[in-house]
């Protein structure tokens, strides 16, 4: 697998990228599912604490509509199956034909694009909350 990407509305938001060879653990062989969460926007996450939260707005609600998930799944019986015996040959997957990767340029610019208009805070660019020991391994 090479990476986890998050969509809304089919534009990407979030990409969670393979980076075993970097020893950063990836979820490939656990379950996995989707949490979604409101939080109350602690100054660590919203600028220094320039983006104020305007609590006249709460309360907070976060509803998902048409969720869907592309992939190959396993169910909690076939967890320690390889993927591949179910899912089909490594190299054969849906995600490595030559037109997605097309299609993943396109979402690469995308998600920039996102990121540049609506990213607030990106921990891996926080050295001030990880100047002691260093940013974590997956932001390099």
């Given at each position: ?18 980076k ?30 320039r983006?104020k ?34 899912c ?21 610019k ?31």
């Open positions: 697998m090479h990476a986890c990407r998050f969509l809304v509305d089919d534009i990407p938001i979030r990409e969670f990228t393979n075993e060879r970097k020893r950063v653990p990836y979820p490939k062989t656990q379950a996995m599912g989707i949490h979604g969460s409101l939080w109350n926007a602690d100054d660590w996450a919203t600028q220094g604490g983006v939260t305007n609590w006249s707005n709460a309360p907070f609600v976060a509803t998902f509509q048409s969720f869907e998930i592309d992939a190959c799944g396993l169910s909690a019986d076939e967890i320690d199956i390889d993927p591949t015996v179910k089909g040959k490594s190299g054969q997957f849906w995600w490595d034909k030559p037109v997605v990767r097309e299609v993943n340029k396109q979402r690469r995308q998600l920039k694009w996102v990121r540049d208009n609506f990213l607030i805070y990106d921990y891996c660019g926080d050295v001030a909350r990880f100047n002691s020991e260093g940013l974590p391994k997956e932001c390099h």
